[in-house]
Each structure stands twice: as C-alpha cells, then as structure tokens.
C-alpha cells in the first residue's frame, strides 16, 4: 500500500499541476512539498486539511488509500475549473462564470452565444 505522501505526489499529477503551483495552493514552499513527495519529511495535520479542502479530495483515500481520489461531493473536473478560473484576472473570472453558467444551461438541442467585453474594466484590475 502506498504512503500519505505518495498519495499527495499522485494526486498533484493527476490534477496536473507543478509541485510549484500545488505548493502555492497549499501555502507551502515547493521545497517541502518536494521533502513531502520524497518521503524526507511527512506531511503535518494542517497541511492536509489545506489538500482535503483545497481539491476536494477525500480525507479516506488521502489518509488509507482507500475509496475514490474526490470526494463524492467534487471531482477533478471541478478541480481543474477552479485551477483555471482562480488563474485569470478579475475582469475574465467574470466572463469564465458567464460561459459557465452557460454551459450549464445546455441540452443537446440548445446553443448559447458567449459574450464577454473586459475592455471596459480598469486593467489595474488583474491578478
């Protein structure tokens, strides 16, 4: 069976981030993740409870490897969009949640037309 920090090496691939930006998700330096992902060090109470939260991963499979990677109430799809949109300046958050509620609407017999004017926003707005 697999340990903890495997499991988190695993499932950073799996979303498909860099150790970089899993770090910083999680509010760790690369470098300990990396101690984390080598089975240097192990990774601490708090640390987990920022993975469990922040990609919705479920505490069994994280903890025993045991059960599905997400929680039943989030998956890697709802991962992945959250990586996307939380990357785009605060103008094009606003048109991603726009093209998205969009989508939702959909059926295989509607359509939707994307409209998304950010030039009217400040540009000092961006992340």
């Keep these: ?31 300990y993740l990396g101690e984390i992902e080598n089975h240097v060090k192990n ?38 969009a959250k990586e996307i949109v939380q990357s785009l300046s605060t103008p094009l958050q606003m048109c991603a949640l726009n093209i998205l509620e969009g989508l939702a609407e959909l059926n295989d017999t509607t359509s939707f037309e994307i409209k998304c004017d950010v030039s009217k926003n400040d540009s000092t707005d961006n992340k």
């Design 43 to 80: 990774a601490n109470e708090r640390v987990l409870r920022l993975i469990f939260s922040e990609f919705e991963v479920s505490e069994q499979w994280l903890r025993t490897g045991e059960g599905e990677i997400f929680r039943e109430d989030g998956d890697i799809y709802a991962v992945k």
């Design 1 to 31: 069976m697999s340990s903890v920090n495997a499991r988190i090496k695993e499932l950073r691939k799996t979303i498909g981030l860099t150790q970089a930006k899993f770090a910083e998700r999680i509010a760790v330096s690369k470098t």
